[in-house]
């Protein structure tokens, strides 16, 4: 994807060098740290072993969660890969203001521009603490999208997603669901919660974001170069949110229910991208075994 010189969003928070403080990491962080590199079978494990550790006095749980937040994160050295795929992502993000502003005026709306919140492992939302175990996602209560870099290095190991266009398309991804806020789409969804067909609703809502993915690349082709479409598509197969968040516990978050299968994300991500618009993205009225 061509990003270099490009216009770059203003609307970018960088928290790399905060950490989230006293008591903030907690040890849901720590065990979301393990269920990552484990699995739920390492969660819990880790969980026994730290009871028998406790309640043998080898270990003090307190001191251990008290000496990781004390001090707060090491400031990390930020490499030149790290910084680079900063700014490509405030290009992307700017790409997304552009397209969004554009299509919302052409239905008489105003798009407000969400917020991009780069962070590195844990960080506060208006949707409570978060953990870069969570992978990417949208806090509709403060309207940021929330990303730490270190995703994309995941994306192209563990999900063989590499390339840029394939890190852009989860950004853009993330923005869909603020375009849905905007609409008043999530909302609706939200109020659904409790009801037994909750899920179908989630997936529903995924898919959407997924088209609206599409209508940003329909409107990215100029930068294309050979092999993008491939490497949105792939990733778009490769990552269900639920597939990155599997490990998640505790809070409720968008991302954490079902995204319809791989198929279905690749043909509502193709929709958008024929389509360019924000008409025929209407995931609700159709049934859902049609999706
Ligand atoms: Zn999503």
């Not at 563990?158 to 398309?169: C, I, L, M, N, V």
């Not at 109020?191 to 993915?213: F, K």
Request: hydrophobic fraction near 35%.
């Amino acid at each position: 994807m061509l990003w270099r010189d490009r216009r770059e969003s203003s609307n970018v928070e960088d928290a790399r060098g905060e950490s989230l403080g006293r008591g903030g990491s907690g040890p849901l962080g720590l065990h979301m740290l393990i269920g990552r590199l484990f699995g739920i079978k390492g969660i819990l494990i880790a969980l026994v072993l730290g009871a028998v550790l406790w309640t043998t006095g080898i270990v003090n749980p307190g001191r251990l969660l008290s000496d990781r937040t004390n001090g707060g994160a090491p400031a990390a050295a930020v490499s030149a890969e790290e910084q680079d795929q900063f700014n490509f992502v405030k290009v992307v993000l700017a790409d997304t203001e552009d397209i969004w502003t554009a299509e919302f005026a052409r239905h008489g709306i105003k798009y407000e521009l969400p917020v991009l919140k780069v962070y590195r492992q844990g960080v506060r939302t208006g949707c409570g603490d978060a953990s870069a175990a969570m992978g990417p996602f949208y806090c509709p209560e403060d309207r940021k999208v929330y990303l730490d870099l270190s995703f994309y290095n995941e994306l192209a190991r563990t999900f063989h997603s590499p390339g840029d266009f394939a890190q852009a398309y989860v950004l853009a991804h993330e923005v869909g669901h603020h375009v849905q806020k905007l609409l008043g789409v999530s909302d609706k969804v939200s109020a659904m919660h409790g009801r037994p067909d909750y899920n179908e609703y989630s997936v529903r809502l995924e898919l959407q974001a997924d088209y609206y993915a599409g209508v940003w690349a329909n409107h990215s082709k100029q930068y294309l170069e050979r092999g993008d479409i491939e490497e949105a598509m792939r990733a778009a197969n490769a990552i269900g949110d639920d597939a990155i968040q599997r490990q998640m516990q505790g809070r409720v978050m968008p991302h954490s229910f079902t995204h319809g299968t791989s198929a279905q994300r690749t043909r509502w991500f193709t929709k958008g991208l024929n389509s360019g618009t924000l008409d025929g993205g209407d995931t609700f009225s159709i049934p859902y075994t049609s999706l």
